[in-house]
């Protein structure tokens, strides 16, 4: 089955839940090594992503995630926000004029995500941030599809990369954002920029299990 317009949507909404029932566990991470915002944020952003939806509904998915990644710049501040906000632009660009994809557009989506996110915050993995869910869910996601995986199984590897790249930020020592402000008292806390791009490729793999 193709993936639509619709599913794009669909994600969307899905993700703006998901963010939502999770506004305060991502805050509280936050607060831990960062300034107790970052489920705020998450849910501030994605609310305003719903309400921008309408406009683009009948466009094609490059358009539709390039307007959510500019309600997200345009209504989150600090460094999660316009990061986020790259990443779905990078992610419209590379799909721009695209109303049917295959699994190889949304991985090439979410590299393009990735390499957003790394360009715009001076970024690499290994510094305890939203990179260590992302980068690990790639390559698994690139790796599942190059040996013949279908899209729900390529999503499903990519979900468990992602879950452990996030647990990995624990011991990690943050060199980026906020948390680097911590130095060695950011060790032994899980990144909750990691966090929330665990739960948004969850939700892909979620939708991609129910529709197959
Ligand atoms: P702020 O740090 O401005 O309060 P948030 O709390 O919304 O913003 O987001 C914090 C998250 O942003 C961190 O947990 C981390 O994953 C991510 N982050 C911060 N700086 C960078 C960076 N330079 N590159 C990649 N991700 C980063
Ligand atoms: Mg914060």
Do not use: C, W
Not at 64 to 89: C, D, E, N, Q
Not at 111 to 120: F, I, P, S, T, Y
Not at 150 to 172: S, V
Request: glycine share 10%; no cysteine; proline share 3%.
């Amino acid at each position: 089955m193709p993936i639509t317009t619709a599913d794009v949507l669909e994600f969307l909404r899905r993700s703006a839940d998901v963010l939502h029932e999770n506004k305060e566990y991502l805050t509280e991470l936050d607060s831990a090594i960062g300034d107790a915002d970052h489920g705020i944020n998450m849910d501030r952003g994605f609310q305003n992503i719903l309400k921008k939806l309408p406009s683009v509904e009948d466009k094609d998915a490059g358009t539709i995630l390039k307007t959510s990644g500019m309600a997200l710049v345009s209504s989150v501040g600090g460094a999660g926000g316009p990061l986020y906000g790259t990443a779905f632009m990078q992610a419209g660009m590379a799909l721009a004029g695209k109303y049917e994809l295959t699994a190889e557009d949304v991985l090439a989506a979410l590299d393009a995500a990735l390499k957003g996110v790394m360009m715009r915050g001076k970024s690499k993995p290994g510094q305890k941030t939203m990179i260590d869910a992302i980068d690990p869910a790639v390559t698994a996601m690139r790796e599942a599809l190059d040996s013949g995986a279908d899209t729900l199984e390529a999503l499903e590897r990519a979900t468990a990369a992602a879950e452990k790249g996030m647990k990995d930020t624990i011991p990690m020592l943050a060199m980026k954002g906020r948390a680097s402000y911590l130095g060695e008292r950011s060790i032994g806390h899980q990144d909750p920029g990691a966090t929330s791009s665990y739960l948004l490729i969850r939700t892909m793999a979620e939708m991609a299990r129910e529709k197959a």
